[in-house]
């Protein structure tokens, strides 16, 4: 752990494909250095939640409405990693409402973070084009799939190698190919692929972007 000086403001935006590795690297970078942490993909798994409870029928008034009530406890229920939450955040996920009415969620919570790291899909593109740092987490289909899985096989889920995958490609597919805010590495972002990395080799590497990156628009941490 890291404590940095005061006087540091620094905001990082966290991409990446589904189960990539940005919320496990994400939630290290935090407690490393202290940063407030957002899965922004919990607010729209959060929404995808509440639609599901009105017999999924959704409009922009509902959304915004749900959106204007969230708080950061609504986003640490196990409920919003139910499949059926996952395939239909991926879905509502598409709608130009649906991001306009989180996105403020994601801007206030900016605003009143020195440290800040969010991850999702067009932070580095949308939410914080003019963040400190920029991320971008890949890891090949195969190995996600094996990751997941295991997660799954911990909460004794049971479920195939085959439709994890499928699962994964779909969502990926939802996201790349969408219209509005779809998942894209800018320019300026680092490149992390978790593909080859153990757990520690992942953290170490992430520890190593964040310190030279702080320490460049600082001279020191
Ligand atoms: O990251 P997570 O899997 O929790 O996100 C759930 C869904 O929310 C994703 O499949 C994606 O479609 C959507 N999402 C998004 N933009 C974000 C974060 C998540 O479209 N910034």
């Known amino acids: 752990m890291i404590k940095l ?4 403001k620094f905001h990082i935006a966290a991409d990446g494909t589904s189960a990539s590795g940005k919320t496990t690297g994400g939630k290290y970078i935090s407690k490393y250095f202290g940063f407030k942490f957002l899965s ?7 929404c995808a939640l509440k639609i599901l409870k009105n017999n999924k029928k959704y409009n922009a008034e509902l959304v915004k409405k749900i959106a204007d009530s969230i708080t950061m406890n609504d986003l640490n229920h196990n409920q919003l990693y139910d499949p059926k939450v996952t395939q239909l955040s991926s879905i509502i996920a598409k709608k130009a409402y649906v991001r306009k009415a989180l996105k403020k969620f994601q801007i206030n919570f900016i605003k009143n973070s020195r440290l800040a790291i969010i991850e999702g899909r067009d932070i580095g593109s949308k939410i914080m084009p003019k963040a400190d740092l920029k991320l971008y987490f890949k890891c ?6 094996k990751r997941r899985l295991k997660e799954f096989k911990r909460l ?8 994890v995958e499928k699962a994964l490609i779909r969502r990926d597919g939802n996201d790349t190919k969408r219209k509005i805010s779809p998942l894209i590495k800018t320019k300026n972002a680092v490149l992390v692929d978790t ?9 170490l590497k992430l520890l190593n972007i964040v310190k030279n990156s702080i320490i460049n628009k600082y001279g020191n941490l």
Do not use: D, P
């Not at 922004?40 to 959060?46: E, I, N, P, Q, T």
């Not at 090949?140 to 799939?145: F, L, P």
């Open 140 to 145: 090949s289909i195969k190995e996600k799939a």
């Open 5 to 8: 000086n005061k006087k540091i």
């Open 195 to 203: 593909t080859k990395l153990r757990l520690k080799e992942m953290e």
């Open 40 to 46: 922004s993909g919990a607010l729209y798994r959060y």
């Open 156 to 163: 004794n889920k049971n479920i195939s190698l085959k439709q």
